[in-house]
């Protein structure tokens, strides 16, 4: 069965830190990678997803990621935290043929000021 | 174009009520996702349907929940003879197919179960 697996439960970091987070997952065909953003009390929205193409992927608010298909990961970063970062993010994947998207158990990020 | 409306925002049932959630995806979307989500337990996939069809239910418990997506009208989550257990956020996702595109979530149904 797919799995998606997020390294960190928890991180606490100071505001102008760097962030990385990691995800694994296991599916050995073509998958679709996604990570998504929770803020307090408020729904999931996307950061950034990847299909094809440039391994390096940029999303909203300074936010990227990179697929290293080698090592079936998907890790998020961030040069410089900012406090309004301070959120619950998952990592999330779908495989061309099977349609659900699986999701990482979150990583829950506090930015302290 | 509205985002995945979900109603009620807030549902409280006493224990073996039945409990009804709806979701709207946006508009042009097909296919539905609904997903439950538990304090430090993450977002656990229920179900995956597209309309009139059931994709994937294997999230579902085997027991007294069960989803539709008519051609018409809302994805309905049911949930009979709630139980304490079942008080959680109900979160639905659409997108416009399957494969390469994103979902897009709504703002999510808390359930309560007293």
Same mark, same amino acid.
């Given at each position: 069965a797919q799995s998606v697996s997020q390294h960190n439960h928890h991180v606490i970091l100071s505001e102008a830190a760097s962030l990385e987070l990691g995800c694994n997952y296991s599916y050995g065909g073509t998958v679709n990678l996604f990570w998504y953003v929770q803020y307090p009390g408020q729904h999931l929205q996307l950061l950034l997803k990847y299909f094809?193409?440039?391994?390096l992927v940029k999303g909203i608010k300074g936010f990227e990621a990179e697929f290293i298909k080698s090592k079936f990961s998907f890790n998020l970063r961030k040069p410089s935290v900012q406090w309004s970062d301070t959120a619950e993010y998952f990592c999330a994947v779908k495989g061309d043929s099977w349609g659900k998207l699986q999701f990482g158990a979150g990583t829950q990020v506090v930015v302290t000021p | 174009n509205a985002g995945v409306m979900q109603n009620p925002r807030h549902l409280v049932r006493r224990r073996g009520q039945e409990a009804r959630l709806r979701c709207s995806p946006m508009k042009g979307h097909s296919h539905v996702y609904w997903y439950r989500q538990l304090p430090e337990e993450g977002l656990k996939f229920m179900v995956y349907l597209q309309k009139e069809n059931?994709?994937?239910?294997?999230?579902?418990? +085997?027991?007294r929940f069960s989803a539709e997506f008519p051609k018409e009208g809302p994805s309905i989550l049911r949930i009979q003879q !709630? !139980?304490?257990?079942?008080s959680a956020a109900y979160f639905c996702a659409s997108s416009p197919?399957?494969? +390469?595109t994103e979902a897009f979530f709504g703002q999510g149904t808390r359930l309560t179960v007293v």
């Open positions: 094809s193409g440039d391994p | 059931i994709i994937d239910e294997s999230g579902m418990p +085997k027991e !709630v !139980v304490r257990g079942d197919q399957g494969g +390469k």
